[in-house]
């Protein structure tokens, strides 16, 4: 079996959820009999030598200057059958070509592979919204809303410089590339019913939970009683749809003798690069929340075990459906229970009871209910420890991916 993995980019160079997990697979693949997988993830500019399409990480692993339409998600790139990626996928010759995402890379790459490779089985795995989506993918209205429904319609009034018509096009343009996928991963049910509703075929998808490595050290502590204090954790990118400012809002409105019980570490790359106004809003919440609130910058994959041994709760604040983020299954990993918005895949991956409690998405006061509840000692913490449900392994993760790999469809 010969697999050759694309995503959006490489965790060696960007630290997102998604590029985790397309590199976790690709190494999974890599260790199982019989296999021989490549890794080709896009990168900016000033990764690529001159005059070159790809670049070389290590044997394997390449990185690939492309650039897609903003808009309709086309590639930037010569994608013809004497270019430098048909020569490629020629070269390889690969059985599967799996798109852990196309954003960043170009949807008609599916095309590309297709015509050069037309007995070759292709995969797209789908990390969030952005094939419905113009608004980065998040399913939410630049309002601020969340959406239920896109159409072309609802879609221009969040864009009114884009006609309806253009919008039309757009998602037919999409459609067209994906209708030539094989077979669609999503890591959460939630995601795959949203793409069955626009019209994805219900018989192409499988759901499979993103996978880690299971080799862990953490020696699980006995359970702590809460209500003397609390260290909580954020772990992920700062921007407008994760909700920082949902949880400093609620620390803030804590009463001062209970923010003296608590801590919030934020861990997450993004505050230089914010708008200026969110920029300064976090700060001032953070003034106003005290010494409760720390900001240490971003962190590397490899010390999220360390890290993690210095929390009792991992928080999320995010004002956006979610898909199946990846920092739920570190927490799972390591023994910490979640306090997250109860929406979308959040809400599928932590039940409340079952690892982890929820509130009301953007709720700033609800959240800060359930914080002062975990203070008070009135929820019964240990039940919900006991309760975090098992992670899927990186081993688990390669045969349910090579499974369909070998399938018929």
Do not use: H, M, Q
């Given at each position: 079996m010969r697999v050759i993995i694309f995503s959006h980019g490489h965790p060696k160079?960007?630290?997102?959820?998604?590029?985790?997990?397309?590199?976790?697979?690709?190494?999974?693949?890599?260790?199982?009999?019989?296999?021989?997988?490549?890794?080709?993830?896009?990168?900016?500019?000033?990764?690529?030598?001159?005059?070159?399409?790809?670049?070389v990480v290590k044997e394997r692993e390449y990185i690939i200057g492309s650039s897609s339409n903003h808009f309709n998600l086309s590639s930037g790139i010569d994608l013809s059958d004497g270019g430098e990626l048909a020569e490629l996928l020629r070269k390889i010759s690969p059985n599967v070509i799996h798109f852990h995402h196309y954003v960043h890379l170009g949807i008609d790459l599916i095309h590309c592979a297709k015509r050069v490779l037309p007995q070759v089985k292709i995969v797209v795995t789908f990390h969030e919204f952005i094939g419905i989506c113009h608004n980065y993918g998040q399913m939410v209205t630049t309002s601020g809303r969340l959406c239920y429904q896109a159409s072309p319609r609802e879609c221009s009034l969040c864009f009114p410089l884009i006609t309806k018509e253009d919008f039309f096009l757009r998602e037919m343009f999409i459609k067209t590339h994906l209708e030539k996928v094989d077979q669609y991963v999503s890591p959460s049910r939630f995601l795959m019913e949203r793409y069955i509703e626009w019209g994805l075929s219900?018989?192409?998808?499988?759901?499979?939970?993103?996978?880690?490595?299971?080799?862990?050290?953490?020696v699980p502590k006995l359970f702590e009683d809460f209500s003397k204090y609390i260290r909580l954790a954020y772990f992920g990118q700062i921007n407008r749809f994760k909700g920082v400012d949902v949880i400093l809002r609620a620390i803030a409105s804590l009463p001062k003798k209970t923010r003296k019980k608590i801590s919030l570490d934020i861990y997450g790359s993004g505050l230089d690069t914010l708008d200026l106004n969110l920029k300064q809003e976090l700060q001032d919440l953070q003034k106003r929340c005290g010494k409760s609130v720390t900001f240490h910058g971003a962190y590397q994959p490899r010390e999220i075990e360390q890290l993690m041994e210095g929390v009792d709760w991992v928080v999320m604040g995010s004002v956006w459906w979610e898909n199946s983020p990846v920092v739920i299954q570190e927490a799972f990993k390591y023994g910490k229970p979640v306090i997250c918005p109860g929406i979308g895949g959040m809400q599928e991956k932590v039940r409340p009871g079952f690892g982890g409690l929820n509130y009301r998405v953007g709720d700033a006061l609800s959240l800060r209910d359930l914080i002062s509840k975990i203070c008070s000692g009135s929820i019964d913490c240990k039940d919900i420890i006991e309760k975090i449900p098992p992670i899927c392994s990186l081993r688990e993760y390669a045969h349910r991916h090579l499974a369909i790999y070998n399938s018929q469809s």
């Open positions: 160079f960007s630290k997102g959820g998604g590029e985790i997990s397309a590199y976790n697979l690709y190494t999974a693949i890599s260790s199982e009999p019989d296999c021989e997988a490549w890794f080709v993830a896009r990168g900016g500019k000033e990764l690529i030598n001159p005059n070159c399409l790809f670049s219900r018989n192409k998808f499988v759901c499979i939970e993103n996978g880690l490595p299971n080799d862990y050290n953490i």
